[in-house]
DNA sequence: GATAGCGTAACTATAATTGTTGCGGAAAGG
DNA sequence: CCTTTCCGCAACAATTATAGTTACGCTATC
């Protein structure tokens, strides 16, 4: 299974946009993104549906933030990027009817639900601003 | 992605041959999970190099628990077939130094990590006697 | 030695993100 | 208006992991 980067890419790329202040084009994010520009619009174009983000055409275009690094947290970018819960049990098919397969699938579903309320509330509470603030706090050279 | 139902498959098709009692045939085994053989010896054979089932080949082989139902935990089926952590933070490698990237990332682990641990406490305390117990406890009728 | 099993290799199928190219449309600026 | 700089979108190849399939060899029993 390809791992599903899309919300860490995300968020390194909203971060750097609030940090910046201004509009970006697809091309220089897709600079920071190491990818090309196609790919990063139809990611944020995600976000822009969920107003995380929103884009203009045209000479001077690009895609900004509608809204401060304080005011974004990491479950907003989460839930706009993924339909359904964050964490899927992986639960079997083979015989729907089957008892047995039932429990299984029940104690999984059951202990990834308990796990996903752990992770959905950690992401709650940490907003853009405070990886922007841990990411000062690392950094001293580097940049981008 | 496709979801790697590979446990809930285990946990599905141990628990029928814990309450079976005897040996059973990959192909029967292939039956249960809806499937072929050969994708049932492929995968039971990693549970048999974690000493949780055992193989016999000739006429009469197949398969068998070395271990009472009791003496199974999910955690053990889990660690059997998965290396590494049971949750992986899907984070970016797009610019390693970068230190914004290194922040998000950072913060897609940890609470990973947070949620992993209660992933793997709940499976440590789960045995397949239990599932086989809430198995019999919805049976009213279908098996298998 | 025929039969019923597993063991394994070598493919193909499937599914999701990612990467890429190409073209159309929209906004600014001369 | 017409060029430039953007996004929007369709279409397709690349990648990666599991899953499915076929085929063949080996072993133990009858």
Known sequence: MTTDG??????????????LGGRETSERIALMLNT???????TLGVLREHGIVESE??????????????QVTVLDVQRA??????LTAPVSRDHPTCPVERASNSVLEKAH???EAHLIAKY????????????????????Q
């Open 81 to 86: 990027l993924t339909k359904g819960p964050a």
């Open 113 to 115: 639900a308990a796990a």
């Open 6 to 19: 899309r919300l860490a890419r995300m968020l390194h790329v909203l971060v750097h946009m609030g940090l």
């Open 36 to 42: 090309n520009p196609v790919v990063v619009r139809r």
């Open 57 to 70: 055409g045209g000479r001077g275009g690009g895609w900004k933030l509608t809204r401060s690094l304080d």
């Open 124 to 143: 709650a509470v940490t907003t853009l601003a405070q990886i922007a603030k841990d990411a000062k706090h690392k950094a001293s050279g580097t940049t």
